[in-house]
């Protein structure tokens, strides 16, 4: 009964969030803003899978996409906004399932970056996110308030509580539960407060991550996690619905590994490139997750960087999103980790583990999706800094490429599965009539290039065309800071 009232109340919330009417502040974004609006002789990648259909109109009509179809035989109406989009394309929204709206400030302390995120994943063509984990929960509230009223611009936010932390943490921002009482407790009064899922983390126990999982399922919510003292295995048979970040953080294959205990950072980077993904323990469990519809969030980005020297790429949008100071710290905690100093003191070495592990998560994530499992993305804007809003969403999917997945699969990844998990493939996820009209247009053919998915011009949200760009420019210098 009381999941049914959750259910309606978010239907009807997103009713009254279709209803609204933009302030100055998001109208200045605005590039494409019209009843009925036309997109002609554009490629078409629908983000089920489906290959790429050239010279397309899409018809958008009441912030809903209205008809998809051949360019030649399309019934354009009179009196309506027409964009020939000859020579781009058009995918879904992405959904980023671990986009955070804070950024590391350093000295593990993060801030909120309630001014720059919201805009940069906008301008990435990220319509949706889950923000998997949040420090400030009342400020991602009131952004998500804001957002769907139309007075900031911005994604949809699903917005996740506060983090389910046990006690030993390191991250002074979180609260350390006391007991499985208390996991409830604060379940039930974030769910009050209005948040609709939740991400445990490192330190918590498997008595207090039951407590949780039970508690947020009695209410319709799920969960996911960050783990470390609790395995993937233990996680699966207490009902967690997804995990994040991949093989990176699970701790069963570690030999140190006591129950209900973090065993130093989490990671073994030298042990995990030893596992292989077709026999063993580490198939076994792949299939064990699979069985037991545990989905699984990748956030690539956030691993790439810090694993091979000189990677990413120093992108210019990048260096000219960051505040100066983040700008430097940046830099020079790339410099840092390849140093040879770093490198012995860690790992009493000169080449780093980290590439073989990184190489190890992209085959696991593939097995993992190629065995049935439900494979999510997200970019994760923490580590060492320089992953940003939107276009680390967009290396994410890049990413998935160079793991063996085709770029009409990656799209998928990070627009249908994403919608899927939320309960929300009936809404957005894909491009078809009858769904929101939450697109991105993009200029070039990521279906070949999956680089081109950097080159978004147009974001559709609802119906209303946000130029890239212009939000991109309007953050310049403030990443770090707001
Ligand atoms: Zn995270």
Redesign the pocket.
């Known amino acids: 009964m009381r999941k049914y009232t959750f259910v309606i109340l978010l239907s009807l919330s997103s009713l009254l969030a279709g209803a609204q009417t933009l302030s100055p502040t998001v109208k200045a974004f605005v590039k494409v803003d019209a009843p009925v609006i036309a997109l002609t002789h554009v490629r078409v990648i629908d983000g089920t899978g489906a290959a790429a259909r050239e010279d397309q109109t899409i018809i958008l009509s009441k912030g809903k996409i209205e008809s998809v179809g051949d360019a030649a035989s399309a019934n354009v109406p009179k009196d309506v906004q027409v964009l020939d989009l000859q020579g781009d394309t058009v995918i879904p929204g992405l959904v980023g399932m671990?986009d955070?709206m804070f950024y590391p400030k350093g000295y593990a302390v993060f801030g909120e970056m309630a001014t720059s995120f919201p805009r940069l994943y906008l301008a990435g063509g990220v319509t949706t996110i889950r923000t998997?984990?949040t420090l400030e929960p009342y400020t991602d509230l009131e952004l998500k308030k804001s957002i769907d009223a139309g007075q900031t611009p911005g994604p949809k936010m699903h917005v996740t509580g506060p983090y389910l932390e046990g006690k030993g943490s390191w991250a002074i921002q979180m609260h350390q539960l006391s007991g499985p009482d208390d996991a409830a407790k604060t379940v039930n009064y974030w769910l009050d407060e209005g948040v609709d899922n939740f991400k445990a983390y490192m330190f918590i126990t498997r008595g207090e991550l039951k407590a949780a999982i039970d508690a947020a399922h009695k209410r319709g919510a799920k969960v996911t996690g960050?783990l470390c003292a609790v395995t993937f295995r233990e996680a699966a048979d207490l009902g967690i619905d997804d995990l994040?970040h991949g093989l990176f953080v699970d701790t069963e294959f570690q030999a140190e590994k006591k129950p209900d205990e973090c065993p130093g950072f989490g990671d073994d980077p030298v042990g995990m490139a030893k596992l292989d993904v077709n026999s063993g323990p580490l198939y076994d469990m792949i299939q064990y997750l699979v069985q037991h519809h545990v989905a699984m969030t990748s956030?690539l980005p956030v691993f790439e960087m810090g694993s091979f020297a000189g990677r990413p790429t120093v992108q210019k949008r990048v260096l000219d999103a960051l505040s100066p100071d983040a700008r430097t710290a940046w830099l020079a905690n790339r410099i840092h980790v390849e140093s040879t100093e770093y490198l012995q003191k860690n790992y009493a070495s000169d080449h780093s583990p980290w590439p073989a592990a990184f190489e190890k998560e992209l085959e696991f994530e593939y097995a993992f999706a190629k065995s049935g499992g439900l494979l999510l993305a997200g970019l994760?804007p923490?580590g060492m800094g320089g992953v940003i809003a939107g276009f680390g969403d967009q290396r994410e999917v890049e990413l998935l490429v160079e793991g063996g997945f085709t770029p009409l699969e990656a799209i998928r990844i990070a627009t249908y599965n994403g919608a899927q998990y939320l309960g929300e493939l009936d809404r957005i996820g894909t491009i078809a009539p009858g769904k929101q009209a939450d697109l991105v247009v993009i200029k070039g053919d990521p279906s070949k290039k999956i680089e081109d998915i950097e080159n978004v011009e147009t974001v559709f949200k609802d119906g209303i065309g946000y130029d890239s760009a212009k939000l991109i420019e309007s953050v310049r210098g403030m990443v770090g800071l707001q």
Do not use: I, K, R
């Open positions: 671990h955070h998997t984990g960050h994040e956030t994760d923490t």
